[in-house]
């Protein structure tokens, strides 16, 4: 049986660390990305750069995306349409980013027409969880198609089949975030509120993580990049706040009000503007502390 050669396009924060965990787990690797630094990092750690998007899918049987918006995903599916013939060995494309259902199904109706299967499997776990390879992966699809790729997908964490509904992966997805952002943004009001009383934040999270209020941003986010000052969890702003104004979208569309979401996707709004689409998502803590008069510190 002839070797299943790998390619991953999109090497950033998630992207890098999962390519790296590919390569480790498969000895050889397949990489793409617009950025030079991007590629010539996994290329130092042995990876081998395609010249190009076409070169990736010409020699590449199953292809992994790990990219920032629906709009770049649905470039690149019809990028790749444009770009196959008989002689490319793509077959697979299993596609990482959190892109909402709607773009999902665009995706796989553009490569459908080529024979490739599309398959969305968008992963939860931040910049660690692609590192360690402790991802939760929720991937929708025909069951075979899960069944052929199971085992690969593993070298990434957990993988959860949601359904064969196309989209129902990344519906999933969009709820998740909505619940991880929203924790960020009220784990910010309650330390505000008690750095006023005059109690510091690590006190504060120290009972509160052993307490019914824990949650990803008290554990996480806010004692490494919040109350050290530094605002590099690793999740960009722009990329919270697409995913939380998808969900709100998507929600809508489904006719099912959601009023935090909406209050949510806002304050990732208000980050976005004062402190620019390319700043940590947990700069929302210093709205916060800019409209309360206080820091998050100590
Ligand atoms: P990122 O911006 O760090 O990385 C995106 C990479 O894609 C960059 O290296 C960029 O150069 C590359 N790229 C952009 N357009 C391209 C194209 N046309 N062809 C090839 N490469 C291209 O983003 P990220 O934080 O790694 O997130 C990637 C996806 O994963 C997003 O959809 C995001 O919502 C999702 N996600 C991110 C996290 C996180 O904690 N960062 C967690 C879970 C899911």
């Given at each position: 049986?002839?070797?299943?050669?790998?390619?991953?396009?999109?090497?950033?924060?998630?992207g890098s660390?999962?390519?790296?965990?590919?390569?480790?787990?498969?000895?050889?690797?397949?990489?793409?990305d617009?950025?030079?630094?991007?590629?010539a990092?996994?290329?130092?750690?042995?990876?081998?750069?395609?010249?190009s998007?076409?070169?990736l899918?010409?020699?590449?049987?199953?292809?992994?995306?790990?990219l920032?918006?629906?709009?770049?995903?649905?470039?690149?599916?019809?990028?790749?349409?444009?770009?196959?013939?008989?002689?490319?060995?793509v077959?697979?494309?299993?596609?990482?980013?959190?892109?909402g259902?709607?773009?999902a199904?665009?995706a796989?109706?553009?490569?459908?027409?080529?024979?490739?299967?599309?398959?969305?499997?968008?992963?939860?776990g931040?910049?660690?969880?692609?590192?360690?390879?402790?991802?939760?992966?929720?991937?929708?699809c025909?069951?075979?198609d899960?069944d052929?790729?199971?085992?690969?997908?593993k070298?990434f964490?957990?993988v959860f089949?949601?359904?064969?509904?196309?989209?129902?992966?990344?519906?999933?997805?969009l709820?998740?975030?909505?619940?991880?952002?929203c924790?960020?943004?009220?784990?910010?009001?309650?330390?505000?509120?008690?750095?006023?009383?005059g109690?510091?934040a690590?006190?504060?999270?120290?009972?509160?993580?052993?307490?019914?209020?824990?949650?990803?941003?008290?554990?996480?986010?806010?004692?490494?990049?919040?109350?050290?000052?530094?605002?590099?969890f690793?999740?960009?702003?722009?990329?919270?706040?697409?995913?939380?104004?998808?969900?709100?979208?998507e929600?809508?569309?489904?006719?099912?009000?959601?009023?935090i979401?909406?209050?949510?996707?806002?304050?990732?709004?208000?980050?976005?503007?004062?402190?620019?689409p390319d700043?940590?998502?947990?700069?929302v803590?210093?709205?916060?502390?800019?409209?309360?008069?206080?820091?998050?510190?100590?």
């Open positions: 049986m002839k070797k299943i050669t790998y390619g991953f396009a999109g090497l950033g924060q998630m660390r999962m390519a790296q965990r590919l390569l480790k787990d498969k000895g050889s690797l397949r990489v793409f617009l950025s030079p630094k991007a590629l990092d996994l290329e130092g750690a042995g990876a081998e750069p395609a010249k998007l076409k070169a899918v010409d020699e590449a049987d199953v292809v992994f995306l790990s920032p918006e629906p709009s770049t995903v649905l470039t690149v599916a019809k990028d790749i349409a444009a770009a196959v013939t008989e002689a490319s060995r077959k697979y494309i299993v596609d990482f980013s959190t892109i259902p709607k773009t199904v665009a796989s109706d553009v490569l459908k027409e080529h024979e490739i299967t599309y398959i969305e499997a968008p992963v939860s931040g910049t660690i969880g692609a590192a360690d390879g402790t991802l939760a992966l929720m991937v929708s025909p069951r075979q899960f052929k790729l199971e085992e690969t997908l070298v964490g957990n089949h949601v359904g064969e509904g196309y989209g129902q992966a990344q519906t999933l997805k709820a998740n975030n909505m619940l991880s952002v924790a960020v943004v009220a784990t910010g009001e309650a330390l505000a509120m008690g750095a006023k009383a109690i510091s690590t006190k504060m999270l120290e009972v509160i993580n052993k307490s019914s209020g824990r949650n990803t941003a008290t554990e996480t986010k806010y004692p490494r990049a919040v109350v050290p000052r530094t605002f590099d690793g999740f960009s702003t722009m990329l919270a706040y697409k995913d939380v104004r998808l969900c709100v979208d929600s809508e569309g489904l006719g099912v009000p959601m009023m979401g909406a209050t949510v996707r806002e304050m990732m709004a208000i980050t976005n503007s004062c402190y620019g700043s940590d998502l947990t700069c803590a210093k709205v916060i502390e800019h409209w309360s008069g206080v820091e998050i510190k100590g």
